[in-house]
């Protein structure tokens, strides 16, 4: 018989920036959304450079679409911490509302994240 020798996975901790807006963003929702889309795109000026983060998010349900509706309120005015970035402008662009055949929220939102030098 032949010893088989296991090789460890390495999984990297290191999470960069766009998965610590999700995670933020989440926090904000009380972890009562669900991602739908998300995406990215560089974004520079003179004087700085970043990404405009874009994402769809699910809230389902009564309680989900409570804290939706809290999302939606205070998303302009929230301070995010991420380290090594700032979040210049987050707003609201698209909400859609259903009641029937169960209550949903459904919230687009752009987020512009700069680096910081």
């Not at 405009?52 to 989900?64: K, Q, V």
Request: net charge negative.
């Amino acid at each position: 018989m032949t010893a088989v020798s296991h090789v460890p996975i390495i999984r990297s901790t290191r999470r960069g920036p766009a998965c610590r807006l999700r995670d933020a963003l989440l926090r904000l929702a009380d972890y009562q959304a669900q991602v739908l889309a998300q995406n990215d795109e560089p974004w520079a000026s003179v004087t700085y450079s970043g990404a405009r983060h874009s994402f769809t998010l699910l809230f389902a349900g009564e309680a989900g679409v409570d804290a939706g509706e809290r999302f939606v309120a205070t998303l302009a005015e929230h301070e995010f911490t991420i380290p090594g970035h700032l979040v210049a402008d987050a707003e609201v662009v698209e909400v859609e509302h259903r009641i029937l055949p169960s209550p949903r929220l459904i919230v687009h939102c752009e987020v512009l994240m700069l680096e910081e030098s």
